[in-house]
């Protein structure tokens, strides 16, 4: 549901963030080898979007070219994860309470759903390899602290991996997850995946070297800090352009998540998987994901 009504959440500072940052020279093209100077960012209010399975049938006896592969993977896009389910009408479309995530969690866990991660997905696209019975995946949106403080105790509960997709230019800053806490998520089992640096439309990006310092710095701050690979992209408000999911690419991503589209994916859609936005409410929840 990109493009619905915008909830402002507030104007905070972002602290001085002054780096100058040397793309890489030889392995990339000319856009991307121009060095990036992040300066400090005016004090904007953070704008965020209101709203914002099954097995294959039967394999084929010859394995199906990788390019030519289909499935349906429902990949679950949440918000904050809050106790209480008040506040505007922006901010409560935003939110599953804890309680409604429990549910959730537990008609995965109970229907026989199988929790998989975007690895696995590309690896059935670029690999060949099969997806386990009714995979679906679950992701996290922007760093909202209380994902860390109500969604992670879930997660370890039903044993289910999940993606956090950041944007590193809040990360530490008040109502966000830190980098401690990002630490601890990879050591609970989950990944953690770039939202960008400060959260743009990328589609309103004309020039490249902004574009590149939004999908590729914000990977390599990711990386130095957490010393893990970083492989995943979620567009800010789900909205990518044939540059911008080219620039995913480039940058060496292996998926980019898109938004609120569906569950079905080809291999085509690699760098624009579409999502669906998690309702709180069980019943619909399970209309989502059981759509085709
Ligand atoms: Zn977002």
Redesign the pocket.
């Known amino acids: 549901m990109v493009g619905g009504s915008i909830l402002t959440i507030g104007r905070w500072c972002i602290a001085s963030f002054l780096a100058t940052v040397v793309s890489s020279a030889a392995l990339h093209p000319s856009w991307a080898r121009q060095p990036v100077t992040l300066v400090a960012a005016e004090a904007e209010p953070f704008t ?1 979007p209101a709203t ?1 399975v099954q097995q294959p049938s039967g394999l084929p006896e010859t394995p199906t070219p990788p390019e030519k592969r289909k499935t349906k993977v429902p990949i679950l896009v949440y918000h904050h994860i809050r106790l209480t389910y008040d506040g505007s009408r922006g901010l409560r479309r935003m939110t599953v309470t804890a309680e409604v995530l429990d549910q959730q969690m537990k008609f995965l866990q109970d229907r026989g759903y199988h929790v998989i991660t975007f690895s696995d997905l590309a690896d059935y696209f670029d690999q060949g390899r099969e997806l386990p019975t009714l995979p679906v995946i679950i992701t996290f ?2 760093g909202w602290v209380t994902q860390y403080e109500n969604a992670l105790p879930l997660l370890a509960k039903y044993h289910f991996p999940a993606t956090f ?1 950041v ?1 590193t230019d809040y990360i530490g800053h008040r109502g966000f997850v830190s980098w401690p806490q990002l630490q601890t998520l990879l050591t609970e089992g989950m990944k953690i995946g770039s ?1 960008s640096r400060s ?1 743009p439309r990328l589609t309103k990006i004309a020039d490249p070297a902004q574009l590149w310092d939004q999908v590729y710095n914000s990977k390599v701050m990711l990386e130095s800090q957490l010393e893990v690979p970083v492989a995943e992209f ?1 567009y ?2 789900g909205s990518y352009n044939t540059e911008a999911a080219e620039m995913v690419k480039a940058a060496g991503y292996r998926v980019g998540r898109a938004c609120c589209t569906g569950v079905a994916h080809t291999s085509t859609d690699v760098f624009a998987l579409r999502a669906i936005m998690a309702p709180n409410d069980l019943t619909r929840f399970q209309k989502y994901i059981e759509a085709r």
């Open positions: 965020l914002d949106d922007d997709f944007v939202h959260h979620a800010p408000y």
